[in-house]
Antibody
Framework: QVQLVQSGGGVVQAGRSLRLSCAASGFPFTNHGYQWVRQAPGKGLEWVALIWVDGSKINYVDSVKGRFTISRDNPKSTLYLDMTSLRAEDTGVYYC???????????WGQGTLVTVSS | QSALTQPASVSGSPGQSITISCSGASSDIGAYKYVAWYQQHPGKAPKLIIYDVSTRPSGISNRFSGSKSGNTASLTISGLQAEDEADYYCYSYTNTVTTVFGGGTKLTVL
């Protein structure tokens, strides 16, 4: 079945780095764009980054520009989010998601908790 | 990258209809037909219920409907059921090749 399985979360000290992975299965990975969305404890959803289906467009929310990098490995059917210079305010559950439209994320990963300790 | 504006909470009784508004700008909701709505139950991943303003994904009940007028989008849920109690988020593409969520609305079924 269609699945996005996330890995890579955990507790990390402020200023350090972390890589999140999102492994896709059950569908052609190359047919879709992908996004990362996060949710701070008790807060709403916040869009973090996107990568278009052909990789031609990549963009980030202002608060992570220059610190986070979204990428895709098509042969491995895997999406990544490389996070550097982590801050306490980056703490939250991170979700990867597949798009079926420019603004329609129809499949989501299970979420992975990132905790940045100061 | 300002968040879209939603009411913090709405409520309704079983069988009733409710509407959740989502206010944006001419640079996001007003510019494109790329508005989506997500339902999120506590501890769960969000679920897409409407995309492209008014399209329901396969498997989503026709009790959920979406619309847009100018810079404001709306989600209507008819025939409220207990399982509809959740948080709802609107979401739009923007003219800077980013996307943005609303702050979320907590729906209580009385």
């Amino acid at each position: 079945q269609v699945q996005l399985v996330q890995s890579g979360g955990g507790v990390v000290q402020a200023g350090r780095s972390l890589r999140l992975s999102c492994a896709a299965s059950g569908f052609p990975f190359t047919n879709h764009g992908y996004q990362w969305v996060r949710q701070a404890p008790g807060k709403g959803l916040e869009w973090v980054a996107l990568i278009w289906v052909d990789g031609s467009k990549i963009n980030y929310v202002d608060s992570v520009k220059g610190r986070f990098t979204i990428s895709r490995d098509n042969p491995k059917s895997t999406l990544y989010l490389d996070m550097t210079s982590l801050r306490a305010e980056d703490t939250g559950v991170y979700y990867c998601a597949r798009d079926i439209s420019v603004a329609g994320l129809d499949q989501w990963g299970q979420g992975t908790l990132v905790t940045v300790s100061s | 990258q300002s968040a879209l504006t939603q009411p913090a909470s709405v409520s309704g009784s079983p069988g009733q209809s409710i509407t959740i508004s989502c206010s944006g700008a001419s640079s996001d909701i007003g510019a494109y037909k790329y508005v989506a709505w997500y339902q999120q139950h506590p501890g769960k991943a969000p679920k897409l219920i409407i995309y492209d303003v008014s399209t329901r994904p396969s498997g989503i009940s026709n009790r959920f409907s979406g619309s847009k007028s100018g810079n404001t989008a709306s989600l209507t849920i008819s025939g409220l059921q207990a399982e509809d109690e959740a948080d709802y988020y609107c979401y739009s593409y923007t003219n800077t090749v980013t996307t943005v969520f609303g702050g979320g609305t907590k729906l209580t079924v009385l």
